[in-house]
């Protein structure tokens, strides 16, 4: 599956963001999506993950409390609303598509290859 990410854009520490995945030429309706995001001169990591069979959602400690997963029926996408942005959020966003979700010790496991161009997220005052 293709997935197209949008929704980033620059907002002052505290601020929300509300990114959306999609799928180009499919649906997500049947995957387990997972947003990972990519700080300058650091590796990608994940932050989040919704399961599609048994709609569990997971978060690593970083963002817990502060950004929500959801599907949005309706449109076939998956949104990852983020509240009290903070300096470190800054990063490119990518979503993912997998089976399942799989998390361990706090680290998103994904077999996913065909990234997007991922969308910008800049947190600064």
């Known amino acids: 599956v293709q997935v197209v990410e949008s929704g980033g854009g620059l907002v002052q520490p505290g601020g929300s963001l509300r990114l959306s995945c999609a799928a180009s030429?499919?649906?997500?309706?049947?995957?387990?999506i997972s947003w990972f995001r990519q700080a300058p001169g650091k590796g990608r990591e994940g932050v989040s993950c919704?399961?599609?069979?048994?709609?569990?959602?997971y978060y690593a400690d970083s963002v817990k409390g502060r950004f929500t997963i959801s599907r949005d029926k309706a449109t076939h996408t998956v949104s990852l609303q983020m509240n009290n942005l903070k300096p470190e959020d800054t990063a490119v966003y990518y979503c993912?598509?997998?089976?399942?979700?799989?998390?361990?010790?706090?680290?998103?496991?994904?077999?996913?290859?065909?990234w997007g161009q991922g969308t910008q997220v800049t947190v600064s005052s």
């Open positions: 993912a598509a997998d089976l399942r979700c799989t998390v361990v010790h706090d680290t998103f496991v994904t077999g996913f290859r065909s």
């Open positions: 030429g499919s649906t997500l309706d049947y995957h387990a």
């Open positions: 919704a399961n599609a069979r048994d709609e569990n959602t």
